[in-house]
Every structure is written in structure tokens, then in C-alpha cells.
């Protein structure tokens, strides 16, 4: 008797599927990948003059976290509802959410890089001439990247598996190959999709971890540094005595 299908009796695992489906997987995650940089990149586009702003008091400080933490709790089913007049159903829909739910992560790291710079290192900034412009980009965010570069993992992360909301309009990438098998519960359909998904964000955490530790290589020598024997300036031991019998 010939072995059934993997198709027909849906199991979890299916070769067949990946054959068969190879290129509709294919243009999901590459809709998923699409939709999430673009929200990214707007969303940290969006933080940085938002995290200036809020860093001139409270005064700023207070209405710029609010509204981003508020933002960041309206249910993404809302979120979209309220969007929907604006832009139909897009794929800006789609990014506009990831963009707002983003800013509270990202203008928080930022804020937080920018107030862990070291006075002593901005008080010698000044002295040797630099102006606010050249103060914040040669000297502030350079010491400010490890923390921005941390909040836009999260982020990225973040953005990765909230992109699969965007099903709800039909731009959701893998996720929406996710809905459509949940239905009938087309196993391989959805095992493939999730683990797509996860692949996704541990590769795009795993290159912006790299892109950190190239554009911030004094931690690495610092941390080098610090993991160093000390040195000490007692001289060699001295030899041991032995007792005559």
C-alpha cells in the first residue's frame, strides 16, 4: 500500500509542502522583511528629534513619553480600526502602526544613551570649541550607541512579530499565511510560517548585534581591558625553606 501523502494526513513536518508552497513561502517572508525594515527605519527616523525634544526637560519630557507609552497599549485591532480612514487597506496602514508602537521602545533607549554620557567628556567637548550640532552628533551618540543600538534590537524584534497583525488587512507577510491555514489548521502551513517568523527575528538581531559591535569597538577594548590580570609589583616568590630532619 503506497504511503500517504504528508499533505493529506497534515502532519507538522511536510517536505512536501516546502516543495510544493516553496515560492508562495518565499514572497510572505519577503513582504515580512519589506514591511518590517521600513517600520523601523521610519520609527528611529521618527525617536531621534521626539528624544531631543524630550531631553530639554519635563516640560517636553512628560506629553513626548506619555503619548508614546499610550500608544504603545491601544490593541493593535484598535490601532488599525483608527488608522483605516487615513489609509485603507495598505500596506502604509500596516507601517504607520509598527512605526507608532515602536517609539516608545526607541525613545526611551535613545534618551537613556544620550543621559549616559559622561559630563567630563562634554565639558572637553566644549572647551575645545564644539557647538551644540557638533557636541551631540561627534561626541553624544557616539557614547550613546551601545544603549540606542540595544533599544533598536528590541525593537526590530518587536517589529518582527508584530508584522504578523498586518494579516488583519492582508499585509501582515508570513502571517498572513498563518491565518489563512488556521481555518482548516493546515499544520505545515503554520509550523513553517512561525518558525520563518522566529528565524527572522534572531537574524536581524544577530546583524544588528554585529553592526553594534563594529561601530563601537571601545567596548570591546574596554571590556578586554577590564578582564586583564592585574599586575603587581611584588617580585618573584620566594623559595620555599626546608626544615632539616
Same mark, same amino acid.
Not at 498572513?176 to 491555514?181: H, P, T
Given at each position: 500500500?503506497?504511503?500517504?501523502?504528508?499533505?493529506?494526513?497534515?502532519?507538522?513536518?511536510?517536505?512536501?509542502?516546502?516543495?510544493?508552497?516553496?515560492?508562495?513561502?518565499?514572497?510572505?517572508? !519577503?513582504?515580512?522583511?519589506?514591511?518590517?525594515?521600513?517600520?523601523?527605519?521610519?520609527?528611529?527616523?521618527?525617536?531621534?528629534?521626539? /528624544?531631543?525634544?524630550?531631553?530639554?526637560?519635563?516640560?517636553?519630557?512628560?506629553?513626548?513619553?506619555?503619548?508614546?507609552?499610550?500608544?504603545?497599549?491601544?490593541?493593535?485591532?484598535?490601532?488599525?480600526?483608527?488608522?483605516?480612514?487615513?489609509?485603507?487597506?495598505?500596506?502604509?496602514? !500596516?507601517?504607520?502602526?509598527?512605526?507608532?508602537?515602536?517609539?516608545?521602545?526607541?525613545?526611551?533607549?535613545?534618551?537613556?544613551?544620550?543621559?549616559?554620557?559622561?559630563?567630563?567628556?562634554?565639558?572637553?567637548?566644549?572647551?575645545?570649541?564644539?557647538?551644540?550640532?557638533?557636541?551631540?552628533?561627534? !561626541?553624544?551618540?557616539?557614547?550613546?550607541?551601545?544603549?540606542?543600538?540595544?533599544?533598536?534590537?528590541?525593537?526590530?524584534?518587536?517589529?518582527?512579530?508584530?508584522?504578523?497583525?498586518?494579516?488583519? !488587512?492582508?499585509?501582515?507577510?508570513?502571517?498572513?499565511?498563518?491565518?489563512? /491555514?488556521?481555518?482548516?489548521?493546515?499544520? /505545515?502551513?503554520?509550523?513553517?510560517?512561525?518558525?520563518?517568523?522566529?528565524?527572522?527575528?534572531?537574524?536581524?538581531?544577530?546583524?544588528?548585534?554585529?553592526?553594534?559591535?563594529?561601530?563601537?569597538?571601545?567596548?570591546?577594548?574596554?571590556?578586554?581591558?577590564?578582564?586583564?590580570?592585574?599586575?603587581?609589583?611584588?617580585?618573584?616568590?620566594?623559595?620555599?625553606?626546608?626544615?632539616?630532619?
Amino acid at each position: 500500500m503506497a504511503e500517504q501523502s504528508c499533505l493529506v494526513t497534515n502532519d507538522w513536518i511536510c517536505g512536501e509542502y516546502l516543495r510544493s508552497r516553496g515560492q508562495e513561502l518565499a514572497d510572505a517572508t !519577503v513582504q515580512h522583511i519589506g514591511i518590517t525594515v521600513v517600520s523601523v527605519l521610519i520609527g528611529l527616523a521618527v525617536a531621534f528629534p521626539l /528624544a531631543l525634544l524630550a531631553r530639554r526637560g519635563p516640560r517636553f519630557a512628560t506629553p513626548v513619553l506619555g503619548l508614546t507609552t499610550v500608544l504603545y497599549t491601544v490593541p493593535s485591532l484598535a490601532m488599525f480600526s483608527l488608522l483605516l480612514p487615513l489609509f485603507g487597506l495598505s500596506a502604509a496602514l !500596516v507601517v504607520t502602526g509598527l512605526v507608532l508602537y515602536s517609539l516608545t521602545i526607541l525613545v526611551r533607549n535613545i534618551l537613556a544613551g544620550l543621559a549616559a554620557v559622561p559630563q567630563e567628556a562634554k565639558d572637553a567637548a566644549r572647551g575645545m570649541g564644539y557647538g551644540p550640532g557638533r557636541l551631540l552628533w561627534e !561626541v553624544e551618540l557616539p557614547l550613546a550607541l551601545p544603549a540606542v543600538m540595544a533599544g533598536l534590537r528590541i525593537a526590530t524584534v518587536s517589529t518582527v512579530a508584530l508584522t504578523t497583525v498586518g494579516s488583519l !488587512v492582508g499585509k501582515g507577510g508570513l502571517g498572513n499565511l498563518i491565518e489563512d /491555514a488556521l481555518p482548516s489548521f493546515f499544520k /505545515a502551513q503554520v509550523l513553517a510560517a512561525s518558525v520563518l517568523c522566529v528565524l527572522l527575528a534572531v537574524v536581524a538581531d544577530l546583524l544588528l548585534l554585529g553592526l553594534q559591535r563594529l561601530l563601537t569597538p571601545w567596548t570591546r577594548l574596554s571590556g578586554a581591558a577590564s578582564a586583564a590580570p592585574a599586575k603587581t609589583d611584588a617580585g618573584p616568590p620566594a623559595p620555599a625553606t626546608v626544615k632539616a630532619g
